[in-house]
């Protein structure tokens, strides 16, 4: 059975940081596109940061760039994101999501194209 167990939120002060970790069984990580993505209250889901398979360049939102970092762990099959310099607009719940295969860049923001979603992570960045 595929399952992507996302973990790591919490609360944390402006300019902290945080580590979530996604933790996937069924599959392997390497195999997959995998993304972040996250969605705040009333918000649509948004995509935060991307690693395609077997690739270590990652791509990231302009929101984000320079202070979350995408990372993968194969031994251990767990993907990570980094986040830095946390600010109150990075509030939402954190997902983490597996596409079979290496999306084009295009596609990476669509989350139609990802099979496998984690139940996802609350982070709370207080002012």
């Known amino acids: 059975e595929v399952q992507l167990q996302a973990s790591g939120g919490g609360l944390v002060q402006t300019g902290g940081s945080l580590r979530l970790s996604c933790a996937a069984s069924?599959?392997?990580?390497?195999?997959?596109?995998i993304g972040w993505f996250r969605q705040a209250p009333g918000e649509e889901r948004e995509g935060v940061s991307f690693?395609?398979?077997?690739?270590?360049?990652?791509v990231n939102a302009d929101s984000v760039k320079g202070r979350f970092a995408i990372s993968r762990d194969n031994a251990k099959n767990m993907v990570y994101l980094q986040m830095n310099s946390l600010q109150p607009e990075d509030t939402a719940v954190y997902f983490c999501a597996a596409a079979r295969g290496r999306l084009i860049i295009s596609n990476l923001w669509n989350i139609a194209a990802y099979n496998y979603w984690g139940q996802g992570t609350q982070v709370t960045v207080s002012s």
């Open positions: 690693l395609r398979n077997r690739e270590s360049r990652t």
């Open positions: 069924g599959f392997t990580v390497d195999d997959y596109t």
